[in-house]
């Protein structure tokens, strides 16, 4: 294993905010690009275009990239709630889910977003695998459904064990409530070790 060594350090405030339905709950940015997005509980997602004279001054705001409340047909429940967000590669989009189950893709290049699907019973993990050709969600139902990148269902089972560690953006606060094993997912007799 290779030590890793910083060869710029650039660093920025996020803003603080009192509200806990408007805190930033997970980034993303693309590779090879300097550009980075957060996602803030709310459902805005906000950018910061990195530069190369940015080492040297002031620490610069984050924009508005867009809002995902526009993009879902009940904006009501989803409201406060997102908490997922990642860059997909191949198909050159941000997803991003809620945990009333909404489940949004958004175009970096045009900032046109869809809703590409909602669970009724709402989401409490999300992952995908490493090559992005894979999505696993548990639903609030306590059910693990895989899916391909192009939406397509590939596997869906019900568990009444949900346990899984780093699977997801879980607060710890949170999974107390959900399970023993510190956080949310499916069991999996390695993991659980």
Request: hydrophobic share 40%; proline share 2%.
């Amino acid at each position: 294993m290779r030590n890793l060594v910083s060869l710029q350090r650039r660093v920025w405030a996020l803003e603080a905010s009192s509200q806990s339905e408007n805190r930033c709950v997970a980034f993303a940015s693309i590779p090879g690009d300097a550009q980075v997005f957060f996602l803030r509980s709310s459902g805005r997602i906000e950018a910061l275009q990195l530069d190369e004279q940015d080492a040297h001054s002031p620490s610069k705001d984050l924009e508005l990239f867009l809002d995902l409340r526009e993009f879902v047909e009940d904006d009501d429940a989803s409201a406060g709630c997102w908490r997922w967000m990642n860059y997909v590669a191949e198909l050159g989009t941000l997803v991003c889910a809620s945990t009333s189950g909404a489940l949004v893709s958004v175009d970096v290049d045009t900032r046109d977003g869809e809703e590409v699907g909602n669970v009724d019973s709402g989401l409490r993990a999300v992952a995908w695998t490493s090559n992005q050709e894979m999505l696993a969600l548990v639903t609030g139902a306590g059910s693990l459904l895989v899916m391909s990148n192009d939406w397509e269902v590939l596997h869906e089972t019900r568990s009444r064990v949900l346990c899984l560690r780093s699977w997801s953006s879980v607060p710890l606060d949170k999974t107390k409530r959900v399970g023993a094993a510190n956080s949310v997912g499916v069991k999996t007799p390695s993991l659980l070790r």
